[in-house]
């Protein structure tokens, strides 16, 4: 399988994604800039943390606009994986590749540390590996994880399972302790968590590697069928 | 050309923590009259006069780029500048 990390004026954990891909699952990986216009070779799409275009006028209010997220919205249309962690999650907001906004958090400060989730939903392309209701231990490092929608929206991601991920003990004000979110397709998940940044027991929890894992696993089935 | 004035704020369903941490602060300072924050950002932009209405660019821009509608509001005001 053949990841794309695509890289923005302000990215900062694009590295961290590539060795989580290359080093720890032994998949495929290239970085790919904001300017490219096509993204077709590649079988799925990471969105990295980061502060592209330095969160001016709002996180990933910016990047939203860089010419490689037409392609990125293409190769969502086209049910290929698309993964936003933290800033890539604000991204995919902005973009309305997800419903809702995010706010500051609620404690006005940056929080960086593990946070222990609980995985809402295993029955997608990101979480297959994960026991339903599984107790997992990521990092989280954000100033703006509060996540907010509105009424009817929360309704409908509820009725449609798309809460993949929630906070044990919420950090940041988020609403109902959401922590990740998917798409009504499936194919689409951002959550700012960092799954890239805990995917060895060096680094406190590997807990992070099956979520790519699970990518790779849902992929290989979908192909082999196809084939 | 236009001088335009933009606020940008959160809408009134959406909680501020700014805005809540600024009262509180103040209220700490003795106001105790002051009822609500709500902290917003202000931009200003000139647009030359072109044949499209300029409102309807306005409009445009905040709504695209300039503001998030799931929890921003924007409102503005337009004034036309003579050019010396």
Known sequence: MRFAVIVFPGSNCDVDMYHAIQDELGEEVEYVWHDTDNLDEYDGILLPGGFSYGDYLRTGAIARFSNVMKEVIKAANEGKPVLGVCN????????????????????????????????ENNKTMFTGEYQQGQSITIPIAHG????????????????????????????????EDIAGIINEQGNVLGMMPHPERAVDELLGSADGLKLFQSIVKAWRESHVVNA | MYKVKIFVTLRESVLDPQGK????????????????????????????????????????????????????????????????
Do not use: W
């Not at chain 1, 509060?146 to 609403?175: H, M, R, W």
């Open chain 1, 88 to 119: 890539g999650f604000q991204i995919l907001l902005e973009a309305g590749l997800l419903p809702g906004a995010m706010r500051r958090n609620e404690s006005l400060s940056f929080i960086c540390k593990p946070v222990e989730l609980i995985v």
């Open chain 1, 144 to 175: 703006e994880g509060n996540y907010y929608c509105d009424e009817k929206t929360l309704a409908q991601l509820k009725a449609n399972n798309q809460i993949v991920f929630s906070y044990k003990q919420n950090p940041n004000g988020s609403l």
């Open chain 2, 21 to 84: 941490a600024v009262t509180q602060s103040l209220h700490s300072l003795n106001y105790p009259e002051v009822a609500d924050v709500r902290i917003g950002k202000y931009m200003e932009l000139t647009i030359e006069k072109s044949e499209r209405d300029i409102d309807k660019v306005i409009n445009e821009i905040c709504s695209k780029l300039l503001a998030n509608p799931v929890i921003e509001d924007y409102r503005y005001e337009v004034e036309e500048s003579v050019v010396q």
